[in-house]
């Protein structure tokens, strides 16, 4: 299976990849200063490098936002209902 | 070339393909029923490309016209798209020797092209319906407790929305007298917002969503495939068709977009965490509906088509998993790249679709749904649509296979011994092969689209900007994995008002009311007729002694005291007072005759 061999490979050269992968993002960033902006719609089309800035800010935003709404308000086990919906309705039966 | 082929007059509705093709199957048996499987949604296919334009199958009822087959390119782009999705699903459920699976799923399917080629309410009502009859029995042929309680929820939600829609559909017909299924009229806003909400509700628009993660994640493996496609993309369809360029469809869009990307942060199933992304995936088409330009209903349409086949190429990916391994909670998966690579990668180029990678198919829809907001000068509508756009490749494009096939060395439970079925596997290779090759080829699409495209999404700019902003947030997904690692916990929605509020509510009348019919209405005559007879019995007698005898009372006495005081005045009883008052009489007659006689 040549997936799985790429992926073994990969795998243990996890260094490499860490390298390869932080290069990746350094040359999307620098390469923001060379393209040619046409019909910008946004400040944001202008600023190189805003976008890989927005794009981090936003998972960081919405990993921290949606973790705290969900341990102050919105977390239960995943028994919650299953538990509650048996008991009334067998209550109801007796 | 696609358009001369619809230039004829013919016309034969392919749902009724489906509905007979469902008849037929249990007849069929051995060899024949696989290409059956096959044949039947390949032929509707081949049928609805030589589908020719203009309004067929219409029939009078009670002075009202039913169309049930209009035919334009609106209609014609969401018909292919559903006849190719056809093909890819009963592909994939073609192992299953249940039939009852596929024949829901027929029907399911036949419904939803009804409703799309219907060109009056009445027909599509009939068809709406359909679509959640038959969809609930896919929900139920999953046989668990579970499955079945979801499954009597939907359809009471759907009721709900099945009869606001109905009450429109009365109202607009009062109104205007005319029920075709068009742009909405002028002043009509009662029947506007009734069918808006049966719309909305079907295209699961907190608050009216938190059915389809419920019914979509307790599907069978091949229900879910199917309903993912369907539902909430016939709703799309109908609100692109009467309500495009309604302002309110823009905010609710993109609060869909980004509610969907929140709850899937907490969702720990995995079909659970796809449908959350479903909701967020059809904000953009309801945002660009109601943007309302030409780019914007192209953008939304094209974003419905290629949606079903990544959406749908992503639930089979997770289903083949659940078929497999008999686990979708991300808490118990992981380390199964070994073992189901094949999955992986087809799971992966799914995930890449929907998050929009430039070279995969939701890259060329998305950014027209997003470039529509931008042209129309709605930047924070398009700010907060890219944001989603970053959460929804965090989790479908990150989260989800991580969590699936990476994280553990080994999977915490006996490796499956073969991938999934090979018919599954092909099914999610042609839904892989439409991805990569409409991402490629974006003009296919464009030609399909209901008007003429004037959009490139291949700039530098634009592949620039999205390269950017998706793998800046894989470096945030894995500097911030620890936060992500799955808990076996469930993010409340707003199904708890009709699954928890509703427990707490019979609670209460099993403890107030019956509690107040125990103690009070059942002793009624010792707790309510007993005091109120006394309260009355108090009340007369204090009536008799203080009203009635007060007043014969009162009148004797002053009747008493009245003639006491003349008789001292009248008969005082001594002879002086008698002659005084004799003599005055005398004295007072004299002087007047005195004084008459002087005048």
Redesign the interface.
């Known amino acids: ?1 040549i ?2 061999r790429l ?1 073994t490979w990969l795998r243990s050269h996890m260094l490499l990849v860490k390298i390869v992968s932080i290069s ?2 350094v040359l ?2 620098v ?2 200063l060379l ?4 019909r ?3 400040i ?2 202008i600023i190189p ?1 805003f ?6 800010l ?10 705290w ?2 341990t102050a ?6 028994t ?3 538990a ?2 048996k ?2 309705q067998e ?2 039966g007796k | 070339m696609i358009e001369s082929l619809h230039a004829g007059n013919f016309f034969f509705h392919p749902a009724l393909l489906f509905f007979l093709g469902a008849c037929i199957l249990p007849f069929v048996k051995g060899w024949g029923r696989n290409i059956f499987i096959i044949a039947v949604p390949l032929a509707s296919l081949i049928l609805v490309l030589f589908l020719g334009y203009g309004a067929h199958w219409q029939v009078q009822v009670g002075g009202m016209e039913i169309t049930f087959g209009r035919v334009d390119r609106l209609s014609l782009v969401f018909a292919y798209i559903f006849c190719l999705m056809s093909i890819i699903g009963s592909l994939y459920g073609l192992h299953v020797k249940e039939n009852r699976q596929t024949m829901a799923a027929w029907g399911y399917v036949g419904s939803a092209l009804g409703c799309t080629l219907a060109g009056d309410y009445l027909s599509l009502f009939f068809f709406w319906e359909g679509l959640m009859v038959t969809s609930v029995c896919l929900v139920w042929l999953r046989g668990t407790e ?1 499955s079945l ?1 979801a499954g009597f929820r939907y359809i009471l939600v759907h009721t709900f929305g099945g009869l606001s829609l109905l009450a429109g559909i009365f109202v607009l017909y009062f109104q205007t007298g005319d029920i075709t299924f068009g742009p909405m009229p002028e002043g009509v806003t009662l029947a506007a917002w009734l069918i808006m909400i049966g719309f909305l509700l079907n295209a699961a628009v907190p608050p009216l969503h938190a059915w389809l993660p419920d019914a979509y994640g307790s599907a069978t493996v091949v229900g879910s495939v199917f309903m993912c496609a369907y539902t909430t993309k016939t709703a799309v369809y109908t609100l692109a068709r009467a309500f495009a360029g309604f302002d309110i469809l823009i905010p609710l869009g993109v609060i869909m977009a980004l509610y969907g ?3 899937a ?2 969702e ?1 199933d995995t079909r659970r965490l796809l449908s959350y992304h479903i909701i967020s995936q059809v904000g953009y088409m309801v945002a660009g509906v109601g943007i309302g330009t030409e780019m914007a209903i192209n953008g939304a349409t094209a974003h419905a088509f290629a949606h079903i086949l990544y959406k749908s190429l992503l639930f089979m990916g997770v289903g083949s998993v659940i078929a497999a391994t008999g686990r979708s ?1 991300f808490s118990e998966l992981g380390g199964l ?2 073992y189901m ?2 999955t ?2 087809f799971t992966l180029i799914g995930g890449l679709s929907i998050s929009a990678f430039p070279f995969f198919s939701g890259f060329i829809s998305k950014s027209m749904v997003i ?1 529509g907001a ?2 129309d000068h709605l ?1 924070w509508a ?2 907060l649509l ?2 989603a756009s ?2 929804t490749f ?1 989790h479908t494009g990150l989260k989800v296979p991580y969590f699936i096939w990476f994280n553990r060395e080994e999977p915490p439970f006996d490796p499956p011994e073969k991938e999934a079925p090979w018919n599954m596997l092909a099914a999610m290779g042609i839904a892989a092969y439409f991805c990569i090759m409409l991402g490629c080829n974006p003009q296919y699409l464009y030609a399909m689209l209901p008007y003429p495209v004037d959009y490139q999404p291949y ?3 634009h592949v ?10 894989m ?3 894995f500097l ?1 994995l620890k ?2 690692k799955p808990k ?6 707003v199904d708890w008002f009709y ?2 509020a509703s ?1 707490y509510f ?2 209460f009348c ?1 403890n107030v009311p019956a509690a107040i019919d125990t103690v009070v209405i059942s002793r009624l005559h010792a707790t309510v007729a007993l005091p109120l007879l006394r309260l009355g019995s108090r009340l007369s007698s204090w009536n008799d002694i203080r009203v009635v005898d007060g007043l014969i009372d009162g009148a004797a006495n002053s009747v008493l005291r009245f003639s006491r005081y003349m008789r001292c005045i009248a008969q005082p009883g001594s002879l002086s007072k008698y002659l005084a008052g004799m003599l005055t009489f005398l004295a007072g007659t004299v002087m007047a005759a005195v004084a008459l006689a002087l005048y």
């Not at chain 1, 976008?51 to 981090?56: D, K, L, Q």
């Not at chain 2, 076996?488 to 929605?493: A, K, N, V």
Request: charged content about 15%; some cysteine.
């Open positions: 299976m997936i799985v992926i990746v993002l999307l960033v390469g923001d393209i040619p902006r046409h910008p719609h946004f944001g089309d490098g976008w890989a800035g927005f794009g981090f936003a998972c960081v935003l919405i990993i921290i936002i949606s973790k709404l969900g308000f919105l977390f239960r086990p995943d919650y209902y299953g509650d919906e008991g009334p209550g109801a | 579970e309680r990307v929140v709850y942060v907490l720990n909670k790249w070994k690579p094949w992986f990668v470039a931008w042209e930047t398009g700010l890219t944001l970053a959460g965090l700039t530098a700019t620039m900007a999205s390269y950017q902003l998706l793998l800046f947030t470096l945030g997904f911030l936060q992500l076996p916990l469930i993010g409340l929605d699954r928890r427990v019979m609670a099993r």
